[in-house]
Structure formats: structure tokens, C-alpha cells
């Protein structure tokens, strides 16, 4: 079993050190930055049919959900076209306001989780368009689907998604290029522009991991805890989310994720000695608000784990663990900061002896409503 985990305790830390194999592996054959131009093989839409979206709708559960965060972020700053995040669950029942002109994405690992197969299976009935983000090849999802974008990242075992989600990230935002592009909201040359961070993210992915053991003593400090929050604005929200699902999975330590600027109108009045805040702040448009967050966490003593960008740290003051991240861009950055939340979730439940690859109650794929 030792050899099937690649030499890794368990599948999930393999899976996690996989990651910048994985995204090489979604990126490859679909760049052309001499051309400005990403080719996605599978999606098998025309570009007249692309041009003439008026409406996305993205559609997901559990971690493919928070990826979907991830993409209306990024297509709504590529494409300039306005984007509605739906739970599939929610979705389906809803009597969803679809029409041929509504292109609907549907983001699953397996490809068979039954509320996203039939809220496809509702967008298609409306006459809607559909793509589907899938892991699984030939997974139901993807073969009803209109076209598919498949992530490549390879099989994944444990019960926590790691790469899955990674990857899912990183075709959210060829995705969001390739619309931005079809649609004249980007030239050729900033598409060159917007594929250059991507050539150097498997590095940097690899940089990243080396944090592990930094990690691993982080985790031993604030196991004990009984709640976590974790901040974040913009594309980090929804890595918040991430990072406190990844804990609550297999640690079993309650964990909420919320947009920094809202922690004031309720998770404040949680804040004291005994609740470690993770804040994902790396350098960005709205590092020093995050810093003002951060800064009124401390006011209340909680305890502050920052992940922060490289030689961007001076400005956190004293926190009481920092984590880096090597620097990028905003779009890019949430695939880095993804590392650290998946590590730290995977150690603490390390120390605390759950079953990391098969915590209690989940499934991997989740086939029935
Ligand atoms: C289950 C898994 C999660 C996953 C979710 C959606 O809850 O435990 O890890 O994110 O299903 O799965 P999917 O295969 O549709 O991405």
C-alpha cells in the first residue's frame, strides 16, 4: 500500500505534492503565447457561439463550489461577462432562469455527483449551453455536457480534494482567457501577458511545498484549537472557504471561511486568545485592507496565522505564524495559497490520528441525492 501512495503516509499528501504535475498537465497543448491564444480541445463551442453568451452560470458542490467562486472572479475580470455561482443542489429545484443565450459550467472531480448531473441535465432542458470541468474522463458529467474541459490532474484517493481543486482553478482561468479573448475584451497581447505567470506556476507550486515542515511545526502549536476562522478578500475568499473545509474534513475542528471585510458584522464577537484566524493575504490590491482586518484581530487577541507573499511580510507586524508564498499575480495566486491551507489541514489531522484519506461520513463522490 506504502508503494501505491508513491512512498507518501497517505494518499492525500501524495496527491498534495502532485499538484505541480497536475497543473502542468492541465496547461499542456493549450498555450500559444506567440499567438495570444489558448485552445481548449474539448469545449466544442464555436466562437460565434461563445459570442453570443449573456449569461454564465457556474454550478458545483463541496470544494468544486469554492472553485467556482474562483471563476466568477476570474471571468468577470477577463471576459466582462457577469457570473452566477450556484450550490447544484440549490440549482436544480430552483426553476434556474436559463435560455440558449446562458452558457452553464458545471465543475465536478468524479463527474457523477448527482445534484451537478442534474442541474445539467436542468440547464440542458432549458435549452441552455453547457460545459463541464471534470477530472474523470468519460465521467457522466463530462460525456453530457456540451463540451468539457478535463483538468488532467490524474486519479485522486483521498476523500479531501487537493489537486482536483487546484487544477480546476487553473482551467477556470484558461477558461476565462480564452472567453476574454473570443470576445474581444483581451488582445493577443495581453493574452501573452496573462499566459506568462501560468509558464512559471509548476515552480513556484514546488517552492510552495517547501513550507511543509514549517507547517507541520505551525500545526502541532494550534491543534489543540476548537475553531478556526480564515480571512480572506477577493479570490482569497474562496480559498478561505477551502482551507476551512480541508479542516473541518479530516481534523474535525470546527472552521468557517468569510470574505475579511465581513468578519465585522458577526465572526468578530468569536475572536479571543483561543481562536486561531488564518489570513490569506498575499500582496494585491487590497493587501492593506487585509492588514486593517488583521490588525482588528489582533486588537481582541486572537492568534494570527498569516500566508503572505515573499518580501512582502513587513507590513503584517508581528503575527504569530507566517507562512510565504512565492510572488505572482492576483489570478494566479489562489493556486499558492491553496498549498499551505491543504498542508496545515492534513497535519493537524496528522497529530490528532483521524483518517486523513477516509475521514468519517464523506464520501469521495457523492452519487446519491
Ligand atoms: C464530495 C467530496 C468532495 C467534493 C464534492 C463534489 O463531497 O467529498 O471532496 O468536493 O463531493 O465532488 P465532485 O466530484 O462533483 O467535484
Redesign the pocket.
Known amino acids: 500500500l506504502m508503494a501505491e501512495k508513491g512512498g507518501f503516509k497517505h494518499f492525500m499528501l501524495k496527491e498534495i505534492y502532485e499538484q505541480p504535475r497536475a497543473v502542468s498537465d492541465t496547461l499542456a497543448g493549450r498555450l500559444f503565447p506567440e499567438r495570444g491564444e489558448i485552445f481548449l480541445e474539448g469545449l466544442n463551442l464555436t466562437d460565434e457561439q461563445l459570442r453570443g453568451v449573456e449569461k454564465l452560470n457556474i454550478v ?5 463550489w469554492h472553485a467556482a467562486l474562483g471563476g466568477k472572479f476570474l471571468i468577470e475580470k477577463m471576459a466582462r461577462l457577469s457570473v452566477e455561482v450556484d450550490i447544484a443542489s440549490e440549482f436544480r429545484y430552483r426553476d434556474p432562469l436559463v435560455d440558449e443565450h446562458t452558457l452553464t459550467v458545471l ?7 448527482a445534484d ?1 448531473l442534474a442541474a445539467l441535465r436542468e440547464a440542458k432542458a432549458k435549452g441552455g449551453i453547457t460545459v463541464a470541468i471534470c477530472n474523470v474522463v468519460e465521467s457522466s458529467i463530462a460525456r453530457e455536457s456540451d463540451g468539457v474541459i478535463y483538468t488532467h490532474a490524474g486519479p485522486e484517493i483521498g ?3 487537493t489537486k ?1 481543486f487546484t487544477t480546476q482553478l487553473v482551467a477556470l482561468y484558461l477558461l476565462a482567457l480564452h472567453l476574454g479573448r473570443v470576445r474581444g475584451m483581451i488582445d493577443a497581447v495581453r493574452c501573452r501577458e496573462l499566459i506568462e505567470p501560468l509558464l512559471s506556476l509548476p515552480r513556484k507550486m514546488e517552492q510552495a511545498l517547501e513550507s511543509d515542515e514549517q507547517i507541520q511545526t505551525i500545526a502541532r502549536e494550534f491543534m489543540h484549537a476548537r475553531d478556526f476562522l480564515y480571512l480572506g478578500r477577493g479570490l482569497q475568499y474562496p480559498i478561505a472557504l477551502e482551507g476551512a473545509l480541508k479542516l473541518k ?1 479530516i481534523s474535525y475542528i470546527h472552521a468557517e471561511g468569510y470574505p475579511a471585510g465581513e468578519m465585522k458584522h458577526g465572526p468578530i464577537a468569536l475572536i479571543d486568545e483561543n481562536v486561531p484566524v488564518v489570513f490569506l493575504c498575499p500582496i494585491n490590491d487590497t493587501f492593506e485592507k487585509a492588514i486593517s482586518n488583521m490588525e482588528e484581530v489582533r486588537a481582541r487577541s486572537g492568534r494570527v496565522i498569516a500566508v503572505a507573499t515573499e518580501g512582502h511580510v513587513g507590513p503584517l507586524g508581528d503575527v504569530d505564524a507566517l507562512i510565504t508564498v512565492p510572488e505572482t499575480t492576483d489570478e494566479i495566486a489562489p493556486v499558492l495559497t491553496s498549498i499551505p491551507m491543504q498542508l496545515l489541514a492534513y497535519h493537524i489531522a496528522v497529530l490528532k490520528g483521524t483518517d486523513v484519506d477516509q475521514p468519517r461520513n ?5 452519487t446519491v441525492e
Open positions: 458545483a458542490c463541496g470544494t468544486s465543475i465536478s472531480q468524479s463527474g457523477e455527483t451537478t476523500v479531501a480534494s482536483a474534513e464523506l464520501a469521495k463522490s457523492v
